[in-house]
């Protein structure tokens, strides 16, 4: 089975009140990025690699892969103007050979080896899987600052990246998804649109996602502990 993996690293990072784009943004003198490329370099089952990079950093994605020291092909590209549009961008640039395709953003850079390998299994068996944890939390539905009713928490999952599908009923999924300007805000969601079952496998508590200055502070402080020097 040839799999192909997307890496979303696009976005800007507005959010973290940083000048660089997030997925440079330093975590324990790293690159954001570079964690997400090492744990993808150890998938035996990943046989190439696609970053949508941001706009203007091709090069220096380039040189973070070759610091990185990757043993799988690369292909670069510049990302969209939205993460929707990256993952399509990228996906034209995947192996026709492919039998599954794994999207990760590179704003999770704690996924482990072994999360992106369940999650490539389960979606070459269902068709379409992805990383989630049941909601701990009380959820409120609020309005102006103003809790309106509380949301049973019952049946609900919160989606992580990675999140891998079959080639082509991911690429129908982002055909339709183009042609009918139709939105969502992960991938799963543009598979369940079209029909297709979406299964699920055990996320990771640690693999939170950097957003803001503060989850910045929390991936400081995991990465000293997971990642030793």
């Not at 003198?29 to 046989?47: K, P, T």
Request: aromatic share 4%.
């Amino acid at each position: 089975m040839k799999v192909s993996a997307i890496v979303v690293a696009a976005g800007s990072g507005t959010r973290l009140g940083l000048e660089s784009p997030k997925a440079f943004v330093s975590l324990a003198r790293q690159a954001l990025l570079a964690y997400s490329l090492r744990a993808m370099g150890r998938v035996a089952e990943i046989d190439e690699a696609i970053i949508a990079a941001p706009i203007g950093m091709e090069l220096a994605t380039r040189a973070l892969v070759a610091a990185v020291a990757m043993e799988i092909p690369v292909k670069i590209t510049a990302g969209g103007a939205e993460r929707q549009d990256s993952v399509r961008i990228a996906l034209a640039l995947t192996s026709a050979e492919a039998e599954v395709v794994v999207v990760h953003d590179a704003a999770r850079p704690f996924a482990t080896p072994a999360l992106f390998a369940a999650a490539i299994v389960a979606a070459a068996h269902s068709g379409a899987a992805i990383a989630a944890m049941p909601v701990a939390d009380t959820l409120k539905r609020v309005d102006s600052r103003t809790a309106l009713a509380t949301v049973a928490r019952a049946g609900l999952w919160q989606a992580q990246t990675p999140q891998a599908f079959r080639r082509e009923i991911l690429m129908r999924a982002h055909e339709r998804a183009t042609r009918e300007c139709d939105r969502a805000t992960d991938d799963a969601e543009l598979v369940e649109r079209i029909g297709s079952p979406v299964a699920v496998v055990d996320g990771s508590a640690l693999n939170l996602k950097i957003t803001t200055a503060d989850d910045l502070r929390i991936a400081e402080a995991l990465a000293a502990t997971l990642f030793p020097h």
